[in-house]
């Protein structure tokens, strides 16, 4: 069985078995259902990213970059959350933010691009192809914040309904359980006949997409996620 498989399903069995766990706290205000659904869209988008672990024929020019899989997986999001039972607007597919949330939301914006900032200084890279530049001032931006911060929130979301307001937005399990999974995405994987995972890329990745989810949900647009988190990666190349 291919690594990814095995690395996939022990992230979809962190989601399910730590979700149900927290469903039982709340279960009047819990959707197993929907945390299925959840689980299904994290499996479909690694199964595109990963060009269905290597069946996929190649589409794109050889590349030491992911286009293809970035591409196919951020038509599977646009596909998916254009369903009726979801919808584009919902799912903070949209360039209209909530009223007078862009003032609210420019210190969390200037919290992010200085915090990625410092780092470039801290840790500068070896000089970047132009593909590589190019790369990271789109793919990641394009494709992750529309799943995470867009349609995956949303499911999840549904899944757990309970809210507590913080920073002028209702935070629930759901929206936290998306920055786990997307810093598990990063941190977590199967190699080498055992899993592993990398606590620093976990606090790199999880920690800052609490305010990429904040963003989301207080502006109900994924388009300032977008913009920070191809910045964040492209920085660190520019600096």
């Not at 690594?3 to 979809?12: P, Q, S, Y």
């Not at 998916?80 to 903070?92: N, R």
């Not at 809210?163 to 994987?189: D, N, R, Y």
């Amino acid at each position: 069985m291919p690594d990814g498989v095995i690395g996939i399903a022990g992230i979809l069995a962190i989601l399910l078995g730590v979700g149900s766990l927290i469903g039982l706290t709340q279960r009047d205000r819990f959707s197993f259902r929907w945390l299925l659904a959840a689980a299904g869209l994290v499996l479909l988008n690694d199964l595109l990213l990963t060009g269905a672990y290597g069946h996929l024929p190649r589409l794109f020019p050889p590349s030491d970059w992911n286009w293809q899989g970035k591409t196919l997986a951020l038509l599977a999001t646009l596909a998916v959350a254009a369903l009726p039972a979801l919808g584009w607007k919902a799912s903070g597919l949209t360039l209209r933010q909530a009223p007078g949330s862009l003032k609210v939301a420019l210190p969390a914006v200037l919290a992010y691009v200085a915090f990625f900032t410092a780092l470039a200084l801290i840790f500068p890279n070896e000089p970047a192809s132009r593909e590589t530049i190019a790369f990271q001032l789109t793919m990641p931006g394009f494709e992750e914040e529309p799943f995470y911060r867009g349609l995956l929130l949303l499911v999840l979301c549904r899944a757990f309904t309970a809210e507590k307001a913080f920073l002028g937005v209702g935070w629930s399990w759901g929206a936290i359980l998306s920055c786990v999974l997307f810093g598990l995405a990063h941190a977590f994987g199967y190699s080498d006949g055992g899993f592993h995972f990398d606590a620093m890329t976990m606090v790199l990745t999880a920690l800052p997409s609490l305010i990429a989810v904040w963003l989301a949900l207080r502006t109900r647009s994924v388009l300032l996620p977008v913009l920070i988190h191809n910045f964040g990666n492209a920085v660190m190349l520019l600096i």
